[in-house]
């Protein structure tokens, strides 16, 4: 993805992508709106909204909850036209099918949810709160070196904090703040663009920052690969050799870039916290949830 900024305006096409069972598009909402990149992405109402090569990306659901509302946005110069209305969308479309297919693992509709949750009630702690809350999706990613940086400055700090940093860095990259920004940037930094911003003034601790820049070197130079026939075994162990890097981020990578379902942060503070429980525990207790690891977690982040 380049670095261009990406004006927007009017809804140019539309398409409704049905999902397995439910969208479940309000937790999946409430999930990215506390993770929206500023420059990168934004909440318009309960729409998300992303910026992506030559256009920019609206994604929702149907008031039936049954399907996926993807909009593709004309770039245009009139921000104030961003929020015209859809133009009759419908399950047949000339939408970009690989455009389409992104948007549906982003929203991970393609999960039988009920089957997870009749496996996950098995633990008492999550069948409580499965009685009070619909199970929700594991979101993926459209851009899996932006998630390897989105793992990587998470870690040990709130995600408000990540959120904050991250913007910080595509200021970084872009020489601008993303207060003066036009509209939203075509995608996330490349690791090449990332490697040639001013790391230094990221505004995190130094070891981070060497893991930063460690990750995006390893991904700059094809070590690690992180295209469509990539090796996730094998992206695990050379994230693993690399300071910084420990369980946790590599299972959470591998649960929301690679959308592995028994795949789960290791160790999470916040998982520990809920549940009660220390690390030993914990690891006992996420045996019983294999082999959909990764949507006990979600649940336990979205009900903690």
Request: proline fraction near 6%; hydrophobic fraction near 40%; charge should be negative.
């Amino acid at each position: 993805m380049s670095g261009k900024s990406t004006a927007v305006g009017a809804v140019s096409g539309s398409a409704f992508v049905r999902a397995n069972g439910r969208v479940g598009w309000s937790t999946t909402l409430a999930f990215l709106t506390a993770r929206t990149i500023p420059g990168l992405e934004r909440i318009d109402g309960d729409m998300y909204v992303r910026g992506m090569p030559d256009t920019t990306l609206r994604l929702g659901s149907d008031p039936e909850d049954k399907n996926l509302l993807v909009e593709v946005v004309e770039p245009r110069m009139a921000a104030d036209a961003a929020r015209s209305p859809a133009r009759s969308p419908s399950l047949s479309s000339s939408l970009p099918p690989s455009l389409l297919a992104a948007a549906a693992t982003v929203s991970d509709i393609e999960t039988d949810l009920d089957a997870v949750a009749t496996h996950l009630r098995l633990d008492h702690d999550l069948a409580e709160r499965l009685h009070h809350t619909s199970l929700p999706r594991v979101p993926g990613t459209f851009d899996r070196f932006e998630l390897l940086m989105r793992a990587i400055i998470g870690q040990q700090v709130s995600v408000a904090a990540a959120r904050t940093t991250l913007g910080s860095l595509l200021d970084l990259v872009d020489g601008i703040p993303s207060t003066e920004r036009r509209g939203l940037r075509s995608g996330f930094p490349t690791a090449q663009e990332v490697l040639g911003a001013p790391l230094d003034e990221l505004g995190v601790p130094g070891r981070k920052r060497a893991c930063v820049r460690s990750v995006a070197e390893a991904v700059a130079s094809g070590e690690i690969d992180l295209g469509d026939d990539a090796n996730p075994d094998a992206i695990a162990e050379r994230l693993l050799a690399i300071n910084g890097i420990g369980p946790w981020t590599v299972g959470y990578v591998l649960m929301r870039a690679f959308n592995q379902p028994d795949q789960w942060p290791i160790n999470d503070l916040v998982l520990r916290q809920t549940l009660g429980i220390d690390n030993r525990e914990l690891a006992r207790r996420a045996e019983a949830w294999s082999p959909w690891r990764a949507y006990a977690s979600i649940l336990l982040w979205a009900t903690s």
